[in-house]
């Protein structure tokens, strides 16, 4: 049976893009806590809880985390944004074969779009698949080179659908990748990141080292905030001795740029500064018990020393 969207007359909720592009990563607690702030603006920890009947205040707390990290939610003594004009904002929509092709008689870039995703593809593209990659162009303002770009590096790594290219591009916009230079860059530095993350796993010996997200924030951070590169790295699973997890690699390395430390041979001055300064400990006096007494000669009263019997 197929289905279609009712029409709802009443409130309307506006939810921010960013939400769906990271619905495939998404805890269900997360989503449901996501749309009930976005409907409420309730951020409280408990009335959350309470109202989505969560198991407790620090289930909602984990989901206001995780929003707050990708931008979502701000805390709120934060400054806050200038408030967007909303009437004039674009609406989410996908125009129909139709509009399309009324469109397409005005601009050639229409078919030229749809040609070239055919060809990517290697055959002819379904009229749905069409509709969402045009709108992408004629509704969401995205340009022709960078959906081409999305379409082609996507395909590329066998996600050959076009609902995930639109959900992706959108995200991309979302964060402010509108040009095909910007995903180029943003492409360029997701590959250098494997790469990083391949030389770590080598570092710490590992065969197809499949790292939690949060590690990878980590590893992210040693090379593109901190400047390290595997030598730092190595010493700072060498200082960890028996704690060979990235968490604990992470503070050691922390530590050592919050220092100033930027090469290992800064780590060791610190390490032979440390040497320099330590003092050892005089050796304790030995102890007077035990020893014989002198005996104290006795004076006469004439003043000539005397001898004990």
């Known amino acids: 049976m197929a289905y279609r969207l ?25 989503l449901r ?32 985390v995780y929003w707050k990290g990708v931008g979502l939610l701000e805390t709120a003594d934060a400054p806050a944004a200038p408030a967007a004009d909303i009437s004039a904002a674009p609406v ?62 996507f395909t590329a790594l066998g996600k050959r659908s076009a609902r995930y290219i639109e959900r992706a591009l959108l995200g991309w916009q979302a964060e402010g990748i509108d040009t095909a230079e910007a995903a180029e860059r943003h492409l360029a530095l997701l590959a250098q990141r494997e790469k990083n993350e391949a030389a770590v796993a080598g570092v710490f010996g590992l065969e197809n080292a499949k790292f939690t997200k949060l590690e990878k924030n980590m590893i992210a951070a040693w090379f593109e905030e901190y400047g390290y590169g595997r030598e730092m790295i190595a010493e700072a699973l060498a200082e960890a001795g028996e704690h060979r997890t990235v968490r604990y690699v992470n503070g050691i390395l922390r530590a050592w740029y ?52």
């Open 6 to 30: 009712a029409q709802q007359n009443g409130d309307a909720v506006r939810v921010p893009q960013l939400i769906f592009t990271k619905l495939p990563q998404l805890e269900d607690d997360w």
């Open 92 to 153: 989410r929509t996908r125009l129909t074969a139709p509009e399309i092709a009324r469109a397409a008689e005005a601009d050639p870039n229409v078919s030229q779009l749809v040609q070239e995703c055919q060809r990517l593809w290697g055959g002819v593209i379904p009229q749905g698949d069409a509709n969402i990659l045009a709108s992408l162009y004629l509704a969401d303002g995205l340009p022709i080179d960078l959906i081409l770009l999305g379409v082609a590096h």
């Open 33 to 64: 806590v996501a749309l009930y702030v976005v409907a409420t603006g309730q951020t409280d920890e408990a009335a959350i809880a309470r109202a989505l009947h969560l198991a407790g205040p620090e289930k909602a707390r984990e989901a206001l």
């Open 258 to 309: 919050t220092k100033g430390h930027r090469t290992v041979r800064d780590v060791m001055a610190e390490s032979a500064g440390t040497m320099r300064n330590f003092q050892p400990a005089s050796p304790a006096p030995k102890p007077v018990l035990g020893r014989g007494l002198r005996r104290v000669p006795k004076f006469e009263k004439n003043g000539g020393a005397g001898h004990d019997e």
